[in-house]
């Protein structure tokens, strides 16, 4: 488990070092969580009490400690298992009822499995989280696992979950390094999903064993963070699980005596066309006294665009797309990974020796006192953030308590005091101990041809949320309406702003959205957005303000600050003090940037390698090829974002100039802040920062291709190399402001999209069929000013394929002709108006709402009128909207995975890396 900064800062007072202990940053970062109470009932759980005044949500964290590395050599892969077996029921629990309580009180429930932890989650309204108790009280003493709780159903959702992995990029790199690092016999040796035989071969008594075995109080950490009172909290949880025994824990794994044969190398074939370097070096474990140094190493090599491995590899080399870098601790001594992937026709051999150098550096290089400060101010920046959610509270708050001794304080402030402390003399100490040659394991995966590029960091831990599911982050949302006081202003240039006042934390949040780009984009200049808005922060040069994009990252980052920029517009967060210089820096980025040559050639480079490794990326090859269908080949949105070769191939820099002097207009331009400000003020500011601006408006559309006719096309895209099949059905949707939205989104809800497994198809195809890790059907998702997509979708064994597609069109044709359940229109409505709120936590959500009222004209009432129309809808309004809209004789299907033309199930060819 990786050390989180946001949360052992969370959870400290006074510091050693009296410089630091008077930073007003860091007194800040750790002045809410003096709230924080921990206590241990007499059971042994463990307790930590966050109350957030005025919060309206309330997250609760049951967090076992038991995860991959307390498994049996033959067995891997039982904590993951058991985590989504948890969900499947009890004596008096039956599959989906856990979700379906979840969805009738409008909230969230999930979970996720880590080498030494396994963790459970539900997010409420503050005046319904007792049910999460409630819940968690029964399954720690009365899980069921058997055929009636679908035992055997769940394990094919498992597979697919791996084999859906298998076909995403660093996944057998990271599968690959583990016994390497740690050896097969060691408890952190295998990938936490587990090898594909164990899942395949476990039965149900294994796992209740493993159960029985560590899921008990006093191996347990219980946080409850957001809108409560904690005295009343702790009896709730006293009445609920403070009258289950404890019980004797087995004893922990040994190291195994056998070790490491350092250094190694393993070079395997990849499926994707880019080349993919990962070094591993075992480290220590968690609380060890050179923790805070290593850590901080990690950050000075590949933490942002201003880091070491950056600047050398992708900036100055142009070797490279991503790098990153990490330092793994948990129970046991972790590891420090570098992850490196390299663009088109790079050099590998080359790559290989810069990367080295550079680690090299490390061990024998002072870093500069000014760069160790710049890191160190990044990481109590982000822990300021942290405050923004109170999930992301709890969840920080969980993972720096649930492994120490005692309440955790103690370790946590060890870890803050060590992180303040550390020193340039210190980082080289612990890169010269740890980071040397001879202590490391190398994987690369090496495509057959040409090498591109793709998205760089460790697969995630598996669990179970899905990234197509909507992300519930939940914040600190007060009653009544999260957006009274918003003031809308239209500035001399043209650009619209939205102002909203929010004090709670020192933070200020800026969106800011183009209304369109891509769609101004010519189809011979396909990709022409996108390397646009990717150069926007390559360099800055306006008046006094002249910045390269080193210069432009490392004032930013100095200033603690998180930016994102594309062609789809910017983001901003950053602390209340730095705002004014921080927006001076992002908004002149948009209005005036430099376009280095150097930088055009390089991003141009990178894009062109994310192209061709998208060609061997199943779920993009699919989505894409419906898109093309839909909106037809000539249309904007029926073109990849990127691009093709030779219409990128073809870009020149003055083309650049020209679009973004044409499109990029402040106009065209819709800027909303959130935060820590005073909105008069802030508005000045903003007059102030585009005083130079010139008024010019946003360019009329371009006459838009009309779409093709409704006939349904049918494209199998055969990749023989990728494990499952992505599957997607679909024909053209809706536009936000159609009359039948609000029935329509209640529909999808019935249908196929929701909290948990509730909807049909997810309760079907998954849980009771097991043919998938994820399935869904909506059409309101990508609604816009012009229509979206009725998209149905099934990552599955390719063996499923005619199976699939069957279920699907029976649940859509049974939508349209038959009435839904009212209690299944109820709870889709509760959990729509219950939920709601979640969309409003935060100043980052604030400022993207505001950005939907100024898009789509919602005015700021939009919760009442929401509210209002989603308890308009009932069974026979949502069979209509489905017969009205759902049309299963105009469905496009596509296709994309191991099969041939036919839909057959191609040759098995041998797995990369294995």
Not at 407 to 434: C, F, M, N, S, W
Not at 621 to 632: D, F, H, N, P, S
Request: charged share 25%.
């Amino acid at each position: 488990m990786m050390r989180s900064l946001l949360a052992v800062v969370a959870l400290c007072g006074s510091l050693a070092a009296p410089a630091l202990a008077q930073d007003p940053l860091l007194k800040s970062a750790v002045s809410l969580y003096d709230r924080v109470q921990t206590h241990q009932l007499d059971n042994g759980l463990r307790v930590a009490l966050v109350p957030v005044p005025g919060a309206a949500t309330v997250t609760t964290m049951l967090v076992y400690k038991v995860g991959a590395a307390d498994e049996l050599l033959d067995q891997t892969g039982l904590s993951h298992y058991l985590e989504h077996l948890m969900f499947k029921g009890t004596d008096k629990l039956m599959p989906g009822d856990i979700d379906r309580a979840t969805l009738k009180n409008g909230g969230a429930n999930n979970a996720f499995t880590s080498e030494d932890v396994t963790a459970y989650h539900f997010d409420f309204a503050a005046d319904r989280w007792e049910k999460a108790l409630e819940i968690e009280a029964d399954r720690i003493r009365n899980l069921r696992i058997d055929s009636k709780h679908e035992f055997e159903q769940e394990k094919g959702a498992v597979i697919e979950e791996l084999k859906r992995n298998e076909d995403e990029p660093w996944d057998l790199e990271y599968k690959a390094i583990l016994p390497l690092l740690f050896t097969a016999k060691g408890p952190y040796g295998h990938p936490v999903i587990g090898e594909a035989a164990h899942v395949r071969a476990a039965q149900a008594e294994g796992i209740l064993a493993h159960h029985a075995r560590w899921y008990h109080p006093n191996n347990a950490l219980l946080v409850i963070a957001g809108g409560i009172e904690p005295a009343d909290a702790l009896a709730k949880v006293k009445k609920h699980l403070g009258k289950i025994p404890s019980a004797t824990l087995p004893p922990r794994r040994e190291l195994p005596a056998e070790k490491p044969e350092l250094p190694v190398r393993k070079t395997f074939p990849s499926k994707f066309e880019v080349a993919r370097v990962m070094l591993g070096y075992p480290t220590v474990p968690r609380n060890h006294p050179d923790e805070p140094a290593i850590d901080m190493a990690a950050s000075v090599l590949a933490d942002g665009k201003s880091s070491r491995l950056y600047q050398r590899l992708v900036e100055k080399e142009e070797i490279a797309s991503a790098a990153s870098a990490s330092n793994d601790t948990g129970r046991y001594p972790g590891w420090f990974g570098v992850q490196v992937e390299l663009v088109a026709g790079a050099d590998l051999a080359r790559a290989e020796k810069l990367i080295g150098e550079e680690i090299e550096k490390l061990a024998t290089d002072l870093v500069e006192q000014s760069e160790l400060d710049r890191v160190r101010r990044q990481l109590l920046a982000q822990t300021i953030y942290s405050r923004d959610t109170v999930h992301g509270l709890a969840q920080s708050v969980a993972m720096s308590l649930v492994l120490g001794e005692g309440d955790g304080k103690a370790e946590a402030k060890a870890y803050l005091e060590g992180i303040t402390r550390v020193t340039p003399q210190q980082v080289r100490d612990a890169a010269k101990k740890y980071l040397g040659a001879n202590n490391r394991a190398t994987v690369i995966s090496v495509p057959a041809g040409p090498g591109g590029a793709g998205g760089a960091g460790k697969p995630a831990k598996p669990g179970r949320s899905d990234v197509l599911r909507r992300s519930l982050d939940q914040g600190v949302v007060t009653a009544g309406n999260p957006l009274a006081g918003a003031r809308r202003v239209v500035l001399p240039s043209g650009a619209v702003v939205w102002l909203l006042e929010r004090r709670d934390l020192p933070v200020v949040n800026l969106s800011a959205r183009w209304r369109e780009s891509r769609l101004y984009e010519p189809k011979d200049k396909a990709g022409l957005a996108q390397l646009t808005g990717g150069l926007l922060e390559e360099g800055v040069s306006h008046g006094d303000l002249k910045l390269d994009g080193k210069a432009f990252a490392e004032e930013l980052e100095a200033m603690g600050a998180q930016v994102g920029i594309s062609a789809g517009g910017a983001s901003l967060r950053v602390l209340t003090p730095q705002a004014r210089r921080s927006l001076e820096l992002v908004l002149g980025a948009l209005a005036f940037p430099s376009f280095p040559k150097e930088a055009f050639e390089r991003n141009k480079k990178m894009q062109l390698s994310e192209i061709l490794e998208a060609e061997k990326q199943s779920m993009q090859r699919a989505r894409e090829t419906l898109a093309k269908i839909v909106y037809g080949a000539d249309h904007p949105l029926g073109r990849r974002g990127a691009g093709t070769r030779e219409t990128v191939e073809a870009l020149t820099r003055e083309e650049v100039v020209a679009f973004h002097g044409k499109v990029f207009t402040p106009g065209n331009l819709v800027l909303s802040l959130v935060g820590d400000f005073d909105s008069r003020e802030m508005e000045q500011t903003l007059r102030d920062l585009t005083r130079d601006w010139p008024a010019k408006a946003a360019p009329a559309l371009p006459e838009l291709p009309v779409p093709p006719g409704d006939t349904p096309v049918s494209e199998v895209v055969s990749m023989p190399e990728t494990v499952q099949l992505q599957f997607l059905l679909g024909h053209r949707g809706i536009k936000r402001d159609d009359p039948d939205y609000y029935a329509l989104l209640v529909m999808d809800h019935v249908l196929g999209t929701g909290p948990g497994f509730t909807d049909r198809l997810s309760s079907s195809l998954r849980d009771r069929e097991g043919l998938a890790y994820t399935v869904s059907a909506q059409i309101c998702s990508s609604a816009d000013l012009r229509p979206g997509v009725f998209l149905c979708y099934i990552g599955t064994d390719p063996g499923n394929f005619a199976r699939v597609e069957k279920r699907f069109r029976e649940e859509i044709v049974r939508i349209r002709k038959e009435e839904a359940k009212p209690e299944e229109v109820e709870d889709a409505k509760s959990y729509l108006v219950g939920s709601l709120a979640f969309q409003y936590d935060g100043g980052a959500a604030l400022a993207d709402r505001l950005q939907a009222v100024e898009r789509f004209s919602l005015g700021l009432d939009y919760l009442a009128k929401f509210k209002a129309e989603v308890m308009k809808v009932d069974p026979a309004r949502v069979r209509a909207v489905a017969e009205k809209h759902l049309h299963p004789e105009k469905l496009n299907r596509v296709a994309a995975g191991p099969i041939d033309a036919d839909g057959k199930v191609l040759e098995k060819k041998s797995e990369p890396g294995k």
